[in-house]
């Protein structure tokens, strides 16, 4: 046997699992389709957007993956430390809609609340969470927002897993560089400053003897005889005449993500054989926190308008969770996802009026787009969120889009809601955020023409359930008839988190391994 367990992923499920199999003393393999990412790196993510793209195929060997579905486009990081690499740092706690939701009485009766409670405690400690201490141009403006909607009460400053000074680093690291407030969290910090996961649970994971793997995306899971564990089948991602490597574990943890994680677990049920009894609810329950982004883009550029960390302030209307972005100047590849703002909760006629406005109103409708290499000093993103049940469904099999190879699609299941992609609310709050900045309101082309839902926070997949019928794995995170085989990802999460979910991902994942 190679290792006592093997974990598929090094996001923060992942992590979490090789930093506490470790501390049992277990010998642990972490296998990362992604490479190192270096600071030099994320200075030249930063600036050039073929730098920060992740499409091996293409030739692209960066961090930052879209991938685009019917009915959802999601973002996510590719590399060692997973989403950490990308992510904004936002660690926030889900409120009790959460907790309510119908999806936890498919588990055993208990306060999940308080279940979870010292998980998220130690998660925070574990991540360094602060509070950001900065505020700029785009915090006014949002301020200004919340005061006209009438919820000035509900802003404030955010909490997030980056060194700001004094005495606020990571358990290990209390002595690292601070913030520099550049606002280019989402291409990677250079710096150092932010608390990613390989300067907290990968960096303690390693200094016990976890190897880490990169570069090498798993195929396939193979059982071995009953109680014997597992092989796992390796290849290099984009290299097709690369030569499969086989490693073996007792145990095996994946965690590669919604994506990684459902699309390896269908391949092995429905391509591969290997896993032939997995749950039919298996790439079911998938959602996103019901989420919209919108643009406002700013007549010149705004002196300062990148002056802080990539998110700082929020505030909440109702039930609906609004934050601002700032981005690195490689973001700017994004202007072309943005037209005109409309009002209209019909897909069609929304679609059929913003193709309009191109006609109709070209100067307003192509704002964002004209921005060109000045985009992040002209433009905010505003992302807002709510937890709606709203769910969608993988299935995988092969698509002519794919040139007739096997790959993930989504579909709405019967009786579900597919997740909005216009919410009333949030266009609200656009256009108030315009009004007080004096900038041009705009919606993604994704979510405006397609009616497709644009998310980096998708969850679910392999839900966690008391039954297989209702999803994948156990409250223990195994899954259901395949002993030794876990999910710890952002798939197992049974509800919509309605806020950013990292922080929820690596409570649980927290709580699993101390079962394990």
């Not at 690369?242 to 677990?265: D, P």
């Not at 710890?488 to 994942?509: K, R």
């Amino acid at each position: 046997m190679d290792f006592d367990v093997a974990i598929i992923g090094s996001g923060f499920g992942g992590s979490v699992a090789a930093l506490r199999a470790a501390q049992k003393g277990l010998r642990v393999a972490v296998i990362e389709q992604g490479r190192w990412i270096q600071p030099e790196d994320m200075k030249q993510a930063a600036q050039q957007p073929t730098k920060l793209l992740w499409q091996p195929s293409l030739g692209l060997n960066g961090f930052f993956a879209q991938d685009f579905f019917r009915h959802v486009s999601l973002v996510r990081g590719i590399g060692v430390g997973g989403g950490s690499i990308v992510y904004a740092a936002v660690l926030l706690q889900p409120q009790q809609g959460f907790y309510d939701d119908p999806a936890w009485q498919q588990l055993p009766d208990r306060d999940w609340r308080q279940e979870l409670a010292p998980h998220f405690d130690t998660a925070q400690n574990m991540l360094g969470m602060a509070v950001n201490p900065r505020r700029s141009q785009q915090d006014a403006w949002l301020q200004q927002t919340a005061k006209r909607l009438g919820v000035e009460n509900t802003f404030g400053p955010i909490t997030q897993a980056i060194h700001f000074g004094g005495g606020a680093g990571t358990p290990k690291e209390p002595d690292r560089p601070s913030c520099t407030y550049c606002g280019n969290c989402t291409t990677g910090c250079a710096v150092g400053a932010k608390n990613s996961l390989d300067k907290n649970y990968l960096l303690q994971a390693q200094q016990l003897g976890v190897r880490i793997i990169s570069e090498r995306r798993v195929q396939q899971i193979v059982p071995m005889a009953p109680g014997q564990g597992y092989r796992l089948v390796l290849q290099q991602p984009g290299k097709r005449g690369h030569q499969a490597e086989v490693l073996s574990a007792k145990r095996v943890v994946v965690a590669g993500g919604v994506v990684g994680t459902v699309e390896l677990l269908m391949a092995c049920r429905d391509r591969y054989r290997t896993l032939p009894n997995l749950s039919a609810a298996l790439g079911q329950h998938v959602r996103t926190n019901s989420e919209t982004i919108a643009a406002v883009t700013h007549p010149d550029k705004v002196p300062g308008l990148r002056d802080g960390a990539t998110i700082s302030t929020h505030f909440y209307l109702d039930d609906l969770h609004v934050h601002q972005n700032r981005f690195s100047p490689a973001h700017r590849m994004l202007r072309w996802q943005v037209g005109g703002l409309v009002n209209d909760p019909v897909p069609w006629r929304r679609a059929l009026k913003t193709a309009a406005g191109f006609v109709l109103h070209p100067l307003r409708s192509t704002a964002n787009m004209r921005t060109g290499r000045d985009w992040a000093d002209r433009t905010t993103v505003l992302l807002a969120m709510r937890a709606d049940d709203s769910q969608l469904a993988f299935r995988y099999g092969r698509s002519w889009l794919a040139g007739g190879g096997w790959t993930l699609q989504s579909h709405v299941p019967a009786g579900q809601r597919r997740p909005l992609a216009y919410l009333p609310e949030a266009q609200q709050v656009v256009q108030t955020y315009a009004q007080v900045s004096g900038g041009i309101p705009g919606n993604t082309l994704l979510e405006s023409l397609g009616n497709v839902s644009v998310t980096a926070h998708v969850l679910g997949g392999a839900v966690m359930a008391g039954t297989p019928e209702h999803g994948v794995i156990n409250e223990r995170h195994e899954v259901f008839g395949h002993p030794g085989l876990y999910v710890m990802d952002a798939s197992a999460i049974p509800a919509n988190v309605g806020v950013n979910p990292s922080l929820t991902i690596t409570a649980m994942a927290e709580r699993a391994m101390a079962l394990f």
